[in-house]
């Protein structure tokens, strides 16, 4: 299936992110069935907490349709996005999101909270939950766990 394939996508952002030992996050930003954005998590390499997935995803999906509104635009995230995050989602007007696994720790799009459903803000995201859940949970599962045994 299509969601399916867009989120191997997001995982292979995922690996590089593991690869270079940030949190492995990858995410996707699809428009007319095609991506036209793909970031992974750089927080640690960049020391900047907006280097989140989500966010440099938002910025280069920005710059390639010039434009701050992605309201035909679908995100494709490994993990349940941060109230950060959701909230450059609600700000980016981004029309669905498609998430592998929750973060039941900083999760707020169902997990901890819900900022895409519970308020009223001017723009509604929708959700769906459990894209190749078990392959987005495992690589972060191994990754804390390979970060574990370094120390």
């Known amino acids: 299936m299509e969601k399916e394939n867009f989120m191997r996508q997001a995982l292979k952002e995922a690996q590089k992110a593991y690869e270079k ?5 990858g995410v996707v930003i699809v428009k007319d069935g095609k ?5 992974h998590n750089l927080k640690e390499i960049k ?4 280097e989140h997935a ?5 910025k280069k999906a920005s710059r390639k349709l010039d434009s701050w509104r992605l309201t035909d635009c679908e995100m494709y995230t490994t993990l349940e996005p ?6 450059a989602i609600i700000q980016a007007r981004i029309k669905k999101v498609y998430i592998g696994t929750l973060d039941e720790k900083t999760g707020a799009c169902g997990s901890v909270l819900n900022l895409l459903k519970d308020y009223k803000f001017n723009h509604t995201v929708e959700i769906e939950y459990g894209v190749l859940e078990d392959q987005c949970r495992d690589i972060l599962k191994d990754f804390f766990k390979l970060l574990r045994q370094k120390k």
């Open 54 to 58: 989500e966010i440099r995803a938002i």
């Open 47 to 50: 020391n900047d907490t907006t």
């Open 35 to 39: 991506i036209i954005a793909r970031a």
């Open 21 to 25: 030992e940030e949190i492995p996050i």
């Open 82 to 87: 941060c109230p950060m995050c959701a909230g």
